[in-house]
């Protein structure tokens, strides 16, 4: 894994990133939401995918997360800053980057201005990315890192285990692969390490537990307490798959705003 990056105590904007769809970051921003609930993070949650957006359907009730269309008022990614919040999290719809840069400048050509902001508001960005074995997911990563410098930004890779059973093996495009002793692909991860970024694992679940969740809209800290809608094995599935993520974020706590 790469090692956590020293970093001082300051607010934190954490964004999660990817060009592709249906990588896991919904997933990802919900375990997040519940461990900020549960550990009582003074933290602002925004579904910036509108109405439609996954935080926005199960969390709006039980735990107040806020939601807007970042592709009609990307303003609103900035403007969210002015808060006594510590942490303002935002699940950004796939492909943000572009509007990203251009919020403060549209002219802009990189983020440069964006960050200049974050960073006068007392704020550090982190990008939590999340990807899956395809090859897109981890060409975004390399393309976020371009626009959003490491030595700025702090970057966490989610590793969705969702349909893996062994990472080195099962996301050939970032750990790289061999073919007749000629190595492929793994350059992104390289630079992703040398930048000192850093990794995870997000544990998976079993299939059809996570589609009755997600069909109830419940949280997962909620369906495993809920006797009328899960069995016992269905509710130690779903304990155990929060229980493995939160050891799992272990290493990134310190950057996603956790102390």
């Known amino acids: 894994m790469a090692k956590a990056p020293e ?18 970051k919904t997933i990802v921003a919900r375990l997040m939401t519940e461990v900020y609930r549960e550990e009582k993070v003074n933290a602002d949650i925004y579904d910036a995918d509108g109405n439609v957006g996954g ?3 199960v969390y709006r009730g039980p735990m107040d997360v806020k939601f807007y269309s970042f592709r ?6 900035l403007n969210s800053l002015d808060t006594n919040s510590d942490i303002v999290f935002h699940d950004l719809p796939g492909g943000s980057l572009y509007q990203i840069s251009k919020i403060v400048d549209p002219n802009a050509e990189d983020a440069s201005a964006f960050l200049d902001t974050v960073e006068a508001e007392g704020f550090k960005l982190t990008c939590l990315h999340v990807i899956d074995s395809e090859i897109e997911s981890t060409q975004s990563v390399r393309e976020v890192m371009k626009s959003f410098d490491p030595s700025r930004v702090d970057h966490v890779v989610a590793i969705n285990m969702r349909e893996a059973k062994n990472s080195q093996t099962d996301f050939p495009y970032w750990y790289g692969y061999d073919v007749a002793g000629e190595r492929k692909y793994g350059a992104t991860r390289d630079a992703f390490v040398e930048g000192k ?46 229980k493995a993520f939160k050891t799992n974020i272990v290493p990134a706590r310190k950057v996603l705003g956790l102390s």
């Not at 970093?7 to 896991?24: A, F």
């Not at 009609?72 to 990614?77: A, D, F, S, V």
């Not at 419940?218 to 809608?229: C, I, N, R, T």
Request: aromatic residues 6%; positive net charge.
């Open 72 to 77: 009609e008022h990307p303003m609103t990614l």
């Open 197 to 242: 970024g850093i990794e995870f694992e997000v544990p998976s679940l079993q299939v059809s537990t996570r589609a009755k969740v997600n069909g109830e809209n419940l949280p997962f800290s909620v369906a495993s307490q809920d006797k009328e809608k899960f069995t016992i094995t269905e509710r130690a599935q779903v304990t155990n798959f929060l």
């Open 55 to 57: 935080l926005a359907r």
């Open 7 to 24: 970093t001082k105590t300051t607010k934190r904007l954490i964004i999660t990133s990817s060009h592709k769809g249906g990588v896991g």
